[in-house]
C-alpha cells in the first residue's frame, strides 16, 4: 500500500513550520474519470514545493485546485477539502477574485497582455484600486519589476509592448505581474519549459529570492530543477500523491519503490 510521508520542516530552512495551505483528501473527476484520488499534502510558508511526476499523473491539475482554475472547466468536479490560512477556499461564500488575487498564478508559456510593459504589471492593481495616484502606480510597477529581476533591462522601455522582450523577459514580465498584487502565493506551472538553459537559470535564481516574501508551488518535469529550487517535493502518478517530504529525502532515500523506480529513471 503506497503511503504518503508527513515530516517536519527542514531546520536548514530557519524559519518556524507554518502550513500556508492544507489539501485533505482531495480528489478532482473530469466527468466520471478520476484525475486526482485523494490527495493531502501541506504547503508551507515561505518554501518552495515541487511537484513532480510524469505527464498525466494530475500535478498540475492539483496545482489549478489551489487558486480554482479548475471551476472554469466542465464536468469538473473536486471533492476534499484546501484551506488557506485555516479558511475552506471551496467555500461558497468566498470571493473566487479576492481568491486568485491572493493566489497567483505563472503560466507555462509566458502570455504577456498586448500591452506595454508598465500596463502588462499595471493592469492588476488599476482594477484592484491599489493605488490613489500616478506616483503610487509607478511604485508598485517597478518594485514588481525590481522583484522580478526585469527592471534594470526595461526601465528605460516600459512603453515598449511586452510582447517584444524574450522568451525568458516575457516570463519574467508575467512574474512581476503576478506579484504586482500582493499575493501569498504564487503558482507556477512548469514556468521554464519553453525557455533556454540562460533564462531557467534566471528564473530559479528568482525562485529563491522570491520564497523570502511568498509561498511557491512549482509543478515541473525536470527533476534536476526540482531538487535545485525546492524545499519540499511531492511525487504524483497516475492520480495519486505517492509521497512527499523533504526534497534531499525524496532524491536521496524515498521511501516508496515507485518514487525511487521514478527518480531513477525506471519509467516516466
Sequence with gaps: MDSQTADPLPTAVGLEAIVKIAAKQVSVYYGDTAALRNVSIDIYQHQVTALIGPSGCGKSTFLRCINRMNDVIDGCRMEGEITLDGENIYNPDLDVVQLRERVGMVFQKPNPFPKSIYDNVAYGPRIHGM???????????????????LFGEVKDRLSDPGTGLSGGQQQRLCIARTISVNPEVILMDEPCSALDPIATARIEGLIEELRQNYSIVIVTHSMQQAARVSQRTGFFHLGDLVEVGLTDDIFVKPVNKRTQDYITGRFG
Design 131 to 149: 493605488a490613489n495616484s500616478r506616483q503610487e502606480l509607478d511604485e508598485i510597477v517597478e518594485q514588481s519589476l525590481r522583484k522580478a529581476g
